[in-house]
């Protein structure tokens, strides 16, 4: 109750704190790209929360889930030119996700523990350099520049509110789904996989569902992404990608999900400011080495997360 009571007040003075600052915030356009960018990560992290915090999964080749969004929006909006098929190719990428979330599954967790990781990460870096060969329909390296989208998009304070409503939608499903029996099994199995296991549940079709589950929402994340950007790359599919994701996670907090939207927050603001010193100064141009001493910083003052240590010690009092 205690856990479920601090979740709750948390998300109310996120949503609420978001939208008092709004006015402000759509003032600068800076400011207001970048929000965008934490609403939409944050998604992406939450879907790799399901798989870390909650089944116990460590993937290296989640951006693989990510670029199938942004990858099949491009493409189609840009091979097409028209912006009114941009719901058939989020159902496209939805269905391609599930193939893809079915098919590396089933192959891939008969496997455990690093090898798993491993096998992801071939996987990831299979499409990485598809994506990166196949020019005529990607663009290679290149990418796919100037993706044609419904006009409403184009409007930076209306897409706002849209990756807010994104954010809020996904977290509320996420949340319901990690509280159903299914959550709890994939709970059950992060704590005691064999004990599980000789209980007689299916393991392995457990853990394919929370991949199928956390593929789709990385995918509708990456094909926001593509809606916002209107230019896609191979960036998408890189292991940059991929470790951004893990690092959103643990900084916010692994089994939380809202923690997510910090992770997303304070990576995204990091590397914007960290990046930009580069100008101020000569020994700010090896910023990832600052960032990196942030994390560690982080990782000392908050062992579980900024919302995951907050959280037991609002639990203890």
Known sequence: MGEKLFTNKILIAVVLSLLVLLPFVSDSRFLLTMMIQVFILAVYGMSYDLLLGYTGIVSFGHALFFGTGAYSVGILLSKTKEPGLLPLAILIAVAMSVLVGVIIGGLSLRVKDVYFSMITLAFAELFFIISEKWSSLTGGNDGIPSIPVPAIFRE????????????????????RLVNSPLGRTLQAIRENEHRVESLGYNVLQFKLLSI???GVVATLAGAMWAIFQRYVNTSVLGLDRTVDALLMTII?????????????????????????????????????????ILYIVIVMFFPKGIVGTIRDRWIRR
């Open 156 to 175: 930076r304070i209306v897409f706002y509110y849209m990756a807010l409503l994104f954010l809020i939608a996904m977290y509320l499903f996420l949340r």
């Open 252 to 292: 916010g907090g692994t089994g939380t999900l809202i923690g997510a939207v910090f992770g997303s927050g304070v990576i995204t603001f990091a590397h914007e400011w960290l990046s930009s010193l580069s100008t101020v100064h000569p020994i700010f141009e090896r910023w990832l080495l600052f960032f990196g």
């Open 212 to 214: 199928v589950a956390s």
